[in-house]
């Protein structure tokens, strides 16, 4: 860095921007394993984080619907990375798993691997929309838009806090 030292004014800021970014960059390029076992698919076009859950059989929870499919499903663990690049279903369960979805591969026949996963609902309750919030944070994942925009998704799965929903 005591190249920089011997740079002036708009040069020197330059290459310290470069620097700042060149770091952000390779903090992005990082493997999310390294962060620790991750699950995504795609949800409506959009890459989601998915949060594993104890497996169980979502077709027979009462209320349970079928209202889609996540498609190219990946993930770093050796219990299910025989399901990369599976379409697996999408249920709602509102009553057990309010402002949730559920990923769960229990009616498609037999396969390798069978799990739940979850992954919240938009702030609507509905399929699409958001609020005020999916500006400065990607609606899919709670991470900074910043960081998504950069591919950082991986590092930022927060898990979200069950509120009651607005009067």
């Known amino acids: 860095m005591n190249h920089l030292f011997r740079l002036r004014g708009r040069a020197r800021r330059a290459a310290l921007h470069t620097g700042l970014l060149g770091a952000a960059l390779a ?15 795609v949800w409506q076009g959009g890459s989601i984080n998915l949060n594993h859950v104890t497996n169980s059989t979502v077709e027979a929870i009462p209320d349970a619907a079928v209202v889609g499919q996540v498609t190219n499903f990946q993930t770093d663990d050796p219990s299910y990375s025989c399901l990369n690049g599976e379409t697996i279903n999408v249920f709602t369960a509102r009553n057990e ?16 691997a069978f799990g739940t996963w979850t992954f919240p609902m938009p ?14 944070r990607d609606a899919t994942s709670g991470c900074p838009a910043l ?21």
């Open 147 to 167: 960081l998504t925009s950069l591919g950082v998704r991986g590092i930022c799965s927060l898990t979200p806090l069950e509120l009651p929903p607005p009067d």
């Open 97 to 112: 798993y309010p402002y949730q979805y559920l990923v769960h591969n229990g009616l498609q026949g037999p396969q390798c």
């Open 27 to 41: 903090i992005a390029a990082a493997p999310v394993a390294a962060f620790g076992t991750y699950y995504t698919a």
């Open 123 to 136: 702030s609507d309750g509905g399929s699409g929309g958001g609020d005020a919030g999916s500006v400065l």
